[in-house]
């Protein structure tokens, strides 16, 4: 299952660092699939989730960070 998220600003590592060591915790291992900086000020990062039955409790945990702009299952509609 994949997660998207968008936060403001260009790549920041720290920052996707702490999103998977707080999912890590929370709902075990986590991984990163790719993370890109567009032209409208946003990164976007995917996230692997290695089943799809937390999917729901982990975008709602993304979504209470308050750092994040955006978070979704799959994809945003852009093909990410």
């Known amino acids: 299952m994949k997660i998207?998220?968008?936060y403001?600003?260009?790549r920041n590592e720290g920052?996707?660092?702490?999103?998977?060591?707080?999912l890590g915790k929370r709902f075990g291992q986590t991984g990163q699939t790719a993370s890109h900086s567009?032209?409208?000020g946003?990164?976007?990062v995917t996230l692997d989730l290695p089943g799809a039955e937390h999917w729901q409790k982990v975008v709602e945990a993304l979504e209470g960070r308050g750092?994040?702009?955006e978070v979704a299952p799959e994809s945003f509609?852009?093909?990410a």
């Open 38 to 40: 567009g032209e409208e």
């Open 15 to 22: 920052l996707e660092s702490s999103v998977l060591e707080d």
């Open 77 to 79: 509609g852009e093909g």
């Open 8 to 10: 403001e600003g260009e």
């Open 42 to 44: 946003l990164t976007t």
């Open 4 to 6: 998207i998220y968008s």
């Open 67 to 69: 750092d994040l702009v």
